[in-house]
């Protein structure tokens, strides 16, 4: 069987994009909030893009971004997804799809049940998870309970984060089982630099468990 997808987040050097896709990266995230520190310039973006077309998913993430906004920058990196990790509604994300012809997921910090049940509104591709910290939209590095998710009803593919770095991946493949895992705090030098052994070391890990 399959391991669990990978989607390395908060890319934004050329070289560590490279390397993920090299080591069988289902998605490359590229964050395009101004407050994170990730945030990735668009000029390096539509280098990114450029390099991994038709080689992986190219992720962008948006927080609370307008949709020209989020359709200018889809076009100019030849974005694959889009991930909202804002207080986008349905009608809104159901739009973002059309307007870019990208696939969707709707990303939430989860407090507890009642965040995983809110995302059952939402009918987008994909639906992402990871930690909550207040202020933070992505890239907390924080683990949330994961138990929350065995009473999930809703059947979109589901990407897990927080808190995941090569130590904590198979354990969240194993008890999770989920369409993919995504890092980004978890295999950094710094924000936004990634360290070429912890990625290494966190795609070993995810393949040392069956999905």
Same mark, same amino acid.
């Given at each position: 069987?399959?391991?669990?997808?990978?989607?390395?987040?908060?890319?934004?050097?050329?070289?560590? =994009?490279?390397?993920?896709?090299?080591?069988?990266?289902?998605?490359?995230?590229?964050?395009?909030?101004?407050?994170?520190?990730?945030?990735?310039?668009?000029?390096?973006?539509?280098?990114?893009?450029?390099?991994?077309?038709?080689?992986?998913?190219?992720?962008?993430?948006?927080?609370?971004?307008?949709?020209?906004? &989020? =359709?200018?920058?889809?076009?100019?990196?030849?974005?694959?997804?889009?991930?909202? /990790?804002?207080?986008?509604?349905?009608?809104?994300?159901?739009?973002?799809?059309?307007?870019?012809?990208?696939?969707? &997921?709707?990303?939430?910090?989860?407090?507890?049940?009642?965040?995983?049940?809110?995302?059952?509104?939402? /009918?987008?591709?994909?639906?992402?998870?990871?930690?909550?910290?207040?202020?933070?939209?992505?890239?907390?590095?924080?683990?949330?309970?994961?138990?929350?998710?065995?009473?999930?009803?809703?059947?979109?593919?589901?990407?897990?984060?927080?808190?995941?770095?090569?130590?904590?991946?198979?354990?969240?493949?194993?008890?999770? /089982? $989920?369409?993919?895992?995504?890092?980004?705090?978890?295999?950094?030098?710094?924000?936004?630099?990634?360290? $070429?052994?912890?990625?290494?070391?966190?795609?070993?890990?995810?393949?040392?468990?069956?999905?």
């Amino acid at each position: 069987m399959p391991t669990a997808r990978v989607k390395i987040c908060g890319v934004t050097r050329l070289a560590d =994009a490279e390397l993920a896709a090299e080591l069988g990266a289902w998605a490359v995230g590229m964050v395009f909030y101004p407050a994170s520190p990730r945030c990735c310039p668009i000029s390096d973006a539509e280098a990114i893009g450029a390099s991994l077309r038709r080689r992986v998913e190219v992720a962008g993430v948006f927080v609370n971004a307008t949709l020209d906004e &989020i =359709a200018q920058v889809s076009e100019r990196v030849g974005l694959t997804l889009v991930q909202m /990790h804002g207080d986008e509604g349905p009608a809104f994300c159901a739009e973002v799809a059309r307007r870019t012809g990208a696939r969707t &997921i709707k990303a939430a910090s989860v407090q507890g049940l009642f965040t995983v049940r809110d995302l059952e509104r939402f /009918h987008t591709d994909f639906h992402l998870v990871d930690g909550f910290v207040p202020g933070l939209r992505g890239g907390t590095g924080e683990v949330f309970d994961w138990s929350l998710l065995a009473r999930r009803r809703s059947k979109r593919p589901l990407i897990v984060g927080g808190g995941l770095n090569p130590e904590r991946v198979a354990a969240a493949i194993a008890t999770i /089982h $989920p369409y993919a895992v995504d890092v980004s705090s978890g295999v950094e030098a710094a924000p936004g630099i990634k360290d $070429p052994q912890l990625v290494r070391a966190f795609f070993e890990a995810a393949e040392t468990v069956a999905a």
